[in-house]
């Protein structure tokens, strides 16, 4: 996938995202099925994993490469990341730390929440326009559970992450 063919994905994907969680009703945004998330928590938890993604973008490249390396790798596709992501989340063990494990939000603080998820979700975008095709692929970080990724896949992971997400707040609601 290309700069400008994941810069229009993620686009379409935080928006398919924000538009779902619009419609909704806002006295949904507190509730969740049993042991599961809220849809507030939802929304917090893609905002942080966003929000990680682009301060990561923001270091300096010396930095990321001090730090963890550069790729030793071709990045992968986004049908192979994919695959990859679900297989790893599937078999998560159970005592699986969540990074940043998700605030809970009242219904009066949906917009507010909105408003911020969008800001990052355009940070992120704008953050990849930074980038060049070819750094895309060579620096990396590490991702909680798929392990060290590249920056492009970083960015094809939100989309993925996005839906699958959207997709669990659709089923629930």
Not at 58 to 72: D, E, Y
Not at 104 to 112: I, P, Q, S
Not at 114 to 136: D, Q
């Given at each position: 996938m290309t700069k400008e063919e994941l810069q229009k994905e993620l686009?379409?994907?935080f928006n398919r995202v924000i538009d779902w969680l619009e419609a909704q009703d806002n006295n949904a945004f507190e509730l969740g099925p049993e042991s599961k998330w809220t849809t507030s928590q939802q929304l917090d938890h893609l905002h942080r994993a966003t929000k990680a993604i682009n301060n990561g973008m923001?270091?300096?490249?010396?930095?990321?490469?001090?730090?963890?390396?550069?790729?030793?790798r071709p990045s992968?596709?986004?049908q192979d990341l994919d695959r990859k992501y679900k297989a790893k989340i599937a078999n998560l063990p159970k005592d699986f730390k969540q990074p940043a494990p998700p605030r809970?939000?009242?219904?009066?603080?949906?917009?507010?929440r909105?408003?911020?998820?969008?800001?990052?979700?355009?940070?992120?975008?704008?953050?990849?326009?930074?980038?060049?095709?070819?750094?895309?692929d060579k620096y990396i970080m590490p991702h909680p559970a798929v392990g060290k990724i590249t920056m492009r896949e970083f960015l094809m992971w939100?989309?993925?992450h996005n839906e699958h997400h959207l997709k669990s707040l659709q089923d629930h609601y």
């Open positions: 686009k379409v994907s923001k270091v300096p490249k010396i930095m990321l490469r001090w730090k963890f390396g550069l790729a030793n992968r596709t986004f809970l939000f009242n219904n009066a603080d949906k917009n507010d909105l408003n911020k998820y969008r800001a990052v979700a355009n940070v992120m975008i704008g953050n990849a326009e930074k980038w060049t095709e070819k750094n895309l939100t989309i993925i």
